[in-house]
């Protein structure tokens, strides 16, 4: 294995900035000549203050590879030091130092039959998951399940939708289902065919997730888990 | 590099002759990290083994483990996602102890560190050795929790905390380094958080 290139900080400009739901930024950001990634790769943003004190943190991409812009989508945490910012000062125009991409582990090979089985903001790694299949004509390859407070509380539903994604909402009944994660029988037949399974969002969502996907007899070692949450136990 | 519009400091200047460059104090939570589903395996069916370039290869099992003298680390430990955690207390045993029933042979230079998900992490042997690791089994003085690597985990806290296999059942001595798990997935060899050692070529 060849050892692999460094990836150096380099500058991004913001060039679109909206708010696709009361508590989520979504950052689309343009870089000179990046590397291309695989969907499921995530990048460091860097703040630096102007005592030279830095604060940096990992944030998923959403977008596809061919998309000329990288796109994040960023919760934003109480008294958090770099969701905040990102999320109330931060505007079109601003530059921020950005390292990547990192990650080779929870990455979608674009072959793979795979169930990613996010929540909230974890459902960014797949996004791009489901954008690249899109691209490349496989979207049959990208199957999301997808558990949000609500409708309208989940960043990219609508598209998600679209892709044909199953959700379960924690806060609200809809057609009958009553409020709640998703429980095996529902996960079942999600996972027909499936050979891998990504796990994604806060550190609490992300144990319930394993645990699900070993309770409905996905092997161990088909799991990817991808942690976001600051906090656990 | 651009200072940026708007941002100042959140948190008081740290104690920076305790925080490495690029980490932040996560004060009193512990985040947790793991690529894998998290394992559930009974602590009084754990076995560890120490085994390759060693003169007598060797497994204990859990309560073989606690026969051996107790050894606690106090002190600091660094994540490469840049958190840091301060005064933590392990206790379980000194690696060194383990090294000296199986007797690394004079080849044996680095360590192989395997889980039992098949997680890997290598290590120089001159990390793991001197006092600067352990196999720990409770944390504050309680059990490891399980997603924290319970029962057993390794800890080599002078470096970040990848190398601290979570779920440790094997030390594999070896002449030559090898990349682990995440070593091949583009992270550091070494991994010193002084030296900000995080990516491949850093
Ligand atoms: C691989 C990866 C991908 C990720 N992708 C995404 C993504 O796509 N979208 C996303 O939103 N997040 C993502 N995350 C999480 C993200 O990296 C940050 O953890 C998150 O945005 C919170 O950072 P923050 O600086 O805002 O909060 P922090 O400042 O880290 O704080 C979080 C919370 O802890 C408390 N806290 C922390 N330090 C202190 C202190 N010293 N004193 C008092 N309180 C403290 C704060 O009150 C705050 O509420 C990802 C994480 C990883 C590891």
Redesign the interface.
Known sequence: ?P?????A?T?GRIIELDHPTATTVRLRMHVEDRPRHLPGQHYLIR?????D??????YSLASDSDDPLLEFLVERQP?G?VS??LAD???VG????LRGP?????VWDTTTPVLCLVGGTGVVPAVAMARTARRLGRADLVRVAAVGRGPDELPYARELEKHGATFAWTRSESDGRPAGAFTRDELAPLLDGVELAFACGS?RF??YA?EL??DASVD??S?????F????? | MPVTRGFQRRRPEPDRSRLPPGQYDTGSSWPVLTAEATPHQPAEAWQLSVDGLVEAPHTWSWSELHAFEGSSYFGDIHCVTTWSKFDMTFTGISVDDLLAVARPTSEAAYVMAHSVTGYTTNLPLADVTGGRAWIVWSVDGKPLPRQHGGPVRLLVPHLYFWKSAKWVSRLELMAEDRPGFWEQNGYHDRGDPWLEQRYQGD
Do not use: C, K, N
Not at chain 1, 94 to 97: I, K, M, R, S
């Open positions: 294995m050892p692999a290139p460094l990836a900080w500058d703040l630096r203050a102007p005592d004190y830095t604060a940096q943190r990992s008294d030091e905040e910012f000062v931060a505007e601003d530059v921020l130092e990192i990650g080779r582990w929870f550190a992300a144990s394993e996907l070993l161990a070692g799991i990817r888990v991808e942690r949450g600051p906090t656990g136990g």
